[in-house]
């Protein structure tokens, strides 16, 4: 079993930047891929970035590469999201996800989610 609790969301004009955190508690995490994925109202949820267990590379929806970076600290048992130059498309809920399937980009591959935090981008 793993619990998952995001944190971080919040307000913030288009340019700017924010870093979300998800807080992980279980003994399974640091052995788990993990990742992020959002929701936006009136639209499917989508992946936004992922890293395996190891750290040892990561991927990124084509939307968000080179303006976010995903990372995690497994001795905090935590994965990060910093979030650079956001648009106003970028506004969001935002969940974090653990797996042990793999690193992957569908959501029905992660076993475990949080409840979501909220990104809103102003224009």
């Known amino acids: 079993q793993v619990q998952l609790v995001e944190s971080g969301g919040g307000l913030v004009q288009a340019g700017g930047s924010l870093r979300l955190s998800c807080a992980a508690a279980g003994r399974t995490f640091t052995s788990y891929s993990v990742g992020w994925f959002r929701q936006a109202p009136g639209k499917d949820r989508e992946f936004v970035a992922g890293i395996p267990s190891s750290g040892a590379n990561t991927i990124y929806a084509g939307s968000v590469k080179g303006r976010f970076t995903v990372s995690r600290d497994n001795a905090k048992m935590t994965l990060y999201l910093q979030m650079n130059s956001l648009k106003p498309e970028d506004t969001a809920v935002y969940y974090c996800?653990?797996?042990?399937?793999?690193?992957?980009?569908?959501?029905?591959?992660?076993?475990?989610w949080g409840q979501g935090t909220q990104v809103t981008v102003s224009s």
């Open positions: 996800v653990a797996g042990s399937v793999g690193l992957t980009m569908l959501f029905g591959d992660y076993s475990y």
